[in-house]
């Protein structure tokens, strides 16, 4: 028998960042972050989300250390929070950007995408590529799943 089809996955990698990324709205809070909204009512304005949603949603990118509070304060109002991106949320920009470069190629409108990524110092389009530790352009055919230290078979009662 296939040990990968008796593993225990109670421990996947996957499954755990789903769990904090795997929902349409803090995919699309992501998204506006790096294209620049930093407030509440810019996340809501652009979004669409509902308030409380929204307010859950950006806690929970807080508390996971995926975003970071910064205090503003506007001339004649209140103090309020703003939101930047952390060390930890930049490590989430190729995933992202992997659904944007597919949604580019099988979702786009029929007139193209609706936003071009492009490399700030030179103009040109960006694009997520698989390439091993060593370097090598890897296609998702050429990569295998092995065992790592975390692997477990279910238990068999």
Not at 25 to 41: A, D, H, K, N
Not at 144 to 156: D, H, I, K, L
């Amino acid at each position: 028998m296939d040990p990968r089809l008796d593993r225990d996955t109670s421990n996947c990698s996957i499954a755990r960042t789903l769990e904090i990324v795997g929902e349409k709205w803090t995919i699309l809070i992501l998204r506006e972050v790096w294209y620049g909204s930093s407030r509440f009512s810019d996340f809501e304005r652009v979004l669409g989300c509902p308030r409380n949603l929204l307010a859950t949603r950006l806690r929970m990118l807080v508390e996971e250390g995926i975003l970071a509070t910064e205090t503003y304060k506007e001339p004649g109002a209140r103090s309020r929070p703003k939101y930047v991106i952390t060390p930890k949320g930049m490590d989430l920009v190729p995933a992202v950007m992997g659904l944007l470069q597919w949604g580019d190629r099988y979702r786009a409108d029929p007139e193209g995408p609706a936003v071009l990524a492009r490399h700030r110092e030179c103009g040109a389009r960006v694009d997520v590529r698989i390439r091993c530790e060593r370097g090598h352009p890897v296609q998702a055919t050429d990569i295998e799943s092995v065992p790592g230290p975390a692997f477990r078979m279910r238990s068999s009662e």
